[in-house]
Each structure stands twice: as structure tokens, then as C-alpha cells.
Nanobody
Framework: QVQLVESGGGLVQAGGSLRLSCAASGSIFRIKSMGWYRQAPGKQRESVAS???????TYLDSVKGRFTISRDNAKNTVDLQMDSLKLEDAAVYYC??????????????WGQGTQVTVSS
């Protein structure tokens, strides 16, 4: 089993910045990818950014140029630096990881979520 612990959410004014952090622990053979999703009230959960074990990052179009995802493979952590935040970025942000077992099976895990609130 793998546990994800998130931190860094909170309240920020539009145009401001926040940094989210997530640490994975538990029975980890290899982490295939780590990423961040978000879900706003009444909306579906969407992928915001993800990063592979090789460091290849992908972003939701609406956050490109404003958000930066980074990963520390040695510590099994992933961060999301969010700059120039907009009202529409407000949501609960979830850390997500795909872990590969020694047998080559992939399993997905989620964090508990951290609230990001953006005020005008």
C-alpha cells in the first residue's frame, strides 16, 4: 500500500502564488509517474500536471506557463508551483501517483486532497 500526503493549499489572492507538495510512502518498488489533479464544485476531476520518472512533464492547457511541476525521485515527492493564480484555479487539488510493482503491475493512488481558494 502507498500513502500520499499533501501540503501547501490555502487562500491566495488572484495573481498570487502557492506551492503544493506531496510525499509518497509505503510499499514502493518504482513510481512510474506523479501528478496533480483538481476538482472544483460541480465539475469533473481534471489532470492539471503530471511528470514521468524521466522528468517529462505535461500540463493542462489553461495552466501552461503559470504552473510548474517538479519531482524528486530519491524522496518520492512531487511539487506543484502555481503562479499567477486565477479565480478559476480554485479547487481541491489531489496528488496522484502510479506505482509499478516488481511484477510489472501498475496501481494508482490518490492523496486526500488540499483546498486551493483564490480570492478576487
Amino acid at each position: 500500500q502507498v500513502q500520499l500526503v499533501e501540503s501547501g493549499g490555502g487562500l491566495v489572492q488572484a495573481g498570487g502564488s502557492l506551492r503544493l507538495s506531496c510525499a509518497a510512502s509505503g510499499s514502493i518498488f518504482r513510481i512510474k509517474s506523479m501528478g496533480w489533479y483538481r476538482q472544483a464544485p460541480g465539475k469533473q476531476r481534471e489532470s492539471v500536471a503530471s511528470i514521468s520518472s524521466e522528468g517529462r512533464a505535461t500540463y493542462l492547457d489553461s495552466v501552461k506557463g503559470r504552473f510548474t511541476i517538479s519531482r524528486d525521485n530519491a524522496k518520492n515527492t512531487v511539487d506543484l508551483q502555481m503562479d499567477s493564480l486565477k479565480l478559476e484555479d480554485a479547487a481541491v487539488y489531489y496528488c496522484q501517483t502510479i506505482v509499478t510493482t516488481s511484477l510489472g503491475h501498475n496501481y494508482q493512488y490518490w492523496g486526500q486532497g488540499t483546498q486551493v481558494t483564490v480570492s478576487s
